[in-house]
């Protein structure tokens, strides 16, 4: 079985500020991991993803998350976030041959001006 | 890249109507499709796992009688939401497995905001 936790419901930051978003997982098997954005009333986008590696990657907006083993934590940063990245994101993990997806309960980003 | 359409974007039913919900990968074979339900502010909870020719695999506590999947085909997959009523307005994602040259991942639909009256 495997679950991820996101420690934080809702995180409001001002513009230009740096943010963190916690995840943790837990799986008895390796794990692929995921961070999705989703916009009001529409599907997921993928932000980045860790499936084998360096255990830092970057997505294209500027987001960057970190893969450790040890503390089973996959937190994405962004050292500075604009009024756009306003959103909720989603942390999730697949591992084993069934291919199953598990998100966690997600974390709204606000920025505000 | 690999693209899931998802219709309709939105519907309206009235209770005890049936809804089709249609998933379709537009430039990919999606041998398995996942469909998922979202409440308001809440995360995605898997209902069901389609594979193309067999029947689904539906998570515990989701009705399979009420939540009719059909992935007859590599493009296609369908969710049938029965006889609804308005506990099951709700929004509905459907997600396929991608792994182009060998990498891994997932596509998702644009979702299905179902709205039962």
């Known amino acids: 079985a495997q679950s991820v936790t996101q420690l934080d419901s809702q995180v409001p930051v001002f513009e230009e500020a740096p943010v963190e978003l916690r995840c943790n997982y837990s799986?008895?098997?390796?794990?692929?991991l995921f961070w999705y954005v989703q916009y009001p009333n529409q599907g997921l986008q993928l932000l980045l993803k860790y499936l084998s590696g360096s255990t830092l990657v970057e997505s294209i907006n500027g987001f960057e998350a970190e893969f450790n083993k040890s503390q089973t934590s996959f937190h994405l940063r962004k050292p500075s976030v604009h009024i756009s990245d306003t959103a909720e994101y989603f942390c999730?993990?697949?591992?084993?041959?069934?291919?199953?997806?598990?998100f966690g309960k997600g974390t709204l980003l606000t920025v505000n001006p | 890249g690999a693209v899931v359409s998802q219709h309709p974007s939105r519907v309206i039913c009235k209770s005890g109507t049936s809804v089709k919900i249609e998933c379709r990968s537009l430039?990919?074979?999606?041998?398995?499709m996942f469909w998922y339900r979202q409440f308001p502010k809440q995360s995605l909870m898997l209902m069901a796992t389609?594979?193309?020719?067999?029947?689904?695999?539906?998570e515990q506590g989701v009705e399979k009688d009420k939540f009719l999947i059909n992935h007859a085909s590599l493009t296609l997959s369908t969710l049938t939401v029965t006889s609804a009523h308005p506990e099951d307005s709700s929004f509905y994602i459907c997600s396929a497995v991608i792994r182009p040259g060998g990498d891994y991942g997932y596509t998702f639909g644009s979702g299905t905001r179902l709205t039962v009256v």
């Open positions: 389609s594979n193309e020719g067999s029947k689904a695999t539906y």
């Open positions: 799986s008895s098997v390796s794990v692929y």
């Open positions: 999730a993990v697949s591992g084993g041959s069934n291919y199953k997806l598990t």
């Open positions: 430039d990919f074979q999606a041998t398995t």
